[in-house]
């Protein structure tokens, strides 16, 4: 819009100047005029030089009109038009014919001014030489250009003014269809829908064929990443069950210090196996039906009702109805799995779960009842393999293996002190989103 008013700004310059250069010509054409019927009239009689009859334009006999001639015979002013009553033009040095020059004239006025050198003979024949000089004031000129340039000013501001709502219409009207191409992008990764569907012009269908287009080869590339991750985990399964093994004989043989070694080792391919699926799965997400976050926790908290202590402690669970997340059903399985059996094998008597929507983000909090993990050890406990209990079945890779998956989807695990004693994990989640945007 500046750029618009600034190009219409110059036009108007331009427009003001040409019009100047116009209705100057004009004048000189006009001057040269008078010009023309001065010479037409000037007579060179027994009294010397006279002018034989008014000229046409009346402005050459009232009293300083702006329209004056004079003519000079030998640097002397020999006649003069009434309108320059008693004062005379100045008589410049000769200039070669038709050039254009500005005299000063009575009352200070610049005057556009034409000479004519003539020469006509007298009665005895001899030869005079006459400068003719016709000027006028430019003031009329410059007044009917001023008066142009304020009405030039009112229509190009009319001019601006309609560029600048046409070019808002054309903006709001015209880019509607990529602002609804936008809002359908947005759907589409926020997980409502799969492609770009809907009615658009035909100078953006193309930009949609390639965009659906980019979306299925993504489903697709994502598809193969999840099925080598599949085969990953499953090629490593053998592997680790053996070694796993192999450490239980080592450890039932008294070498500890082997068969340490070998579990940290198992924990850490676990956690890379884990990771690497939980990443391949969560970069699906965003087009995949979005996970009903509600159904999923209340699935889960009887499941684990039916483990081990799980029908001795009370579960307090507070889930709004519909409440979604862009999470892969195995992923939420293995968070909210993992989240719970921990809470179950700690708690004395009670657990508290609760999920909310605050904004751009989904919070879920389990806390229980129990010890509750210090300060001091609360970093130590998401990293893999480490257990504060020896004595608590569990390899220690639940709390870590939820950390990589918060993480993978842009989340944070918090760990605090449950008010009353006991241990409360924060996990937030973003409502939209996935892995891949966190690489």
């Keep these: 819009m500046i750029s618009s008013a600034l190009a219409v700004a110059a036009a108007g310059?331009?427009?003001?100047?040409?019009?100047?250069?116009?209705?100057?010509?004009?004048?000189?054409?006009?001057?040269?005029?008078?010009?023309?019927q001065l010479t037409a009239l000037l007579r060179?009689?027994?009294?010397?030089?006279?002018?034989?009859?008014?000229?046409?334009?009346?402005?050459?006999?009232?009293p300083f009109s702006g329209l004056y001639f004079q003519i000079v015979e030998g640097g002397e002013v020999k006649i003069r038009s009434r309108s320059l009553w008693d004062q005379t033009l100045p008589v410049p040095p000769e200039a070669p014919e038709g050039e254009v020059r500005e005299l000063k004239g009575p009352r200070d006025q610049a005057l556009m001014t034409l000479e004519r050198r003539v020469a006509m003979a007298a009665e005895g024949g001899d030869l005079r030489n006459f400068r003719l000089f016709v000027g006028e004031d430019r003031a009329e000129i410059d007044g009917l250009v001023f008066d142009f340039a304020l009405e030039a000013a009112a229509f190009l501001f009319v001019l601006v003014a309609f560029l600048t709502l046409a070019g808002w219409a054309y903006i709001t009207v015209g880019l509607k269809p990529l602002e609804n191409l936008r809002d359908l992008v947005l759907q589409v990764r926020r997980g409502k829908t799969r492609r770009l569907d809907g009615a658009f012009p035909n100078e953006v269908l193309p930009l949609v064929e390639e965009l659906n287009g980019l979306i299925d080869a993504q489903e697709q590339a994502v598809e193969r990443a999840r099925a080598r991750a599949g085969d990953l985990a499953h090629g490593l399964k053998t592997p680790l069950a053996v070694l796993s093994a192999e450490s239980r004989s080592l450890r039932e043989r008294g070498e500890t210090e082997a068969a340490d070694a070998i579990d940290i080792e198992v924990a850490g391919l676990s956690r890379f196996v884990e990771r690497e699926l939980a990443r391949s799965r969560a970069a699906a997400v965003p087009y995949l039906n979005r996970l009903d976050l509600s159904r999923a926790l209340d699935r889960m908290v009887g499941a684990m009702q039916r483990l081990p202590r799980g029908d001795e402690l009370d579960w307090l669970v507070e889930i709004p109805p519909g409440l979604t997340a862009p999470l892969h059903p195995e992923d939420a399985n293995e968070i909210l799995g993992n989240l719970l059996d921990n809470a179950r094998k700690w708690a004395v008597s009670r657990i508290e779960v609760s999920a909310l929507a605050a904004g751009e983000r989904i919070e879920v909090v389990v806390a229980d009842d129990g010890p509750g993990v210090p300060e001091a050890r609360r970093e130590a406990v998401l990293k893999r393999g480490i257990r504060l209990d020896e004595t608590?079945?569990?390899?220690?890779?639940?709390?870590?293996?939820?950390?990589?998956?918060?993480?993978?989807?842009?989340?944070?695990?918090?760990?605090?002190?449950?008010?009353?004693?006991?241990?409360?994990?924060?996990?937030?989640?973003?409502?939209?989103?996935?892995?891949?945007?966190?690489?």
């Design 44 to 62: 060179v009689g027994s009294r010397g030089p006279e002018v034989i009859d008014d000229l046409a334009d009346p402005r050459f006999v009232r």
């Design 13 to 36: 310059v331009a427009l003001v100047v040409l019009a100047d250069r116009h209705v100057e010509r004009r004048l000189v054409q006009e001057v040269g005029a008078h010009l023309d």
């Design 392 to 439: 608590v079945q569990g390899s220690g890779l639940g709390l870590s293996i939820v950390d990589d998956l918060v993480t993978s989807y842009r989340g944070t695990l918090a760990l605090s002190e449950t008010p009353g004693g006991g241990l409360t994990v924060r996990v937030e989640l973003p409502r939209s989103g996935s892995a891949a945007e966190a690489e």
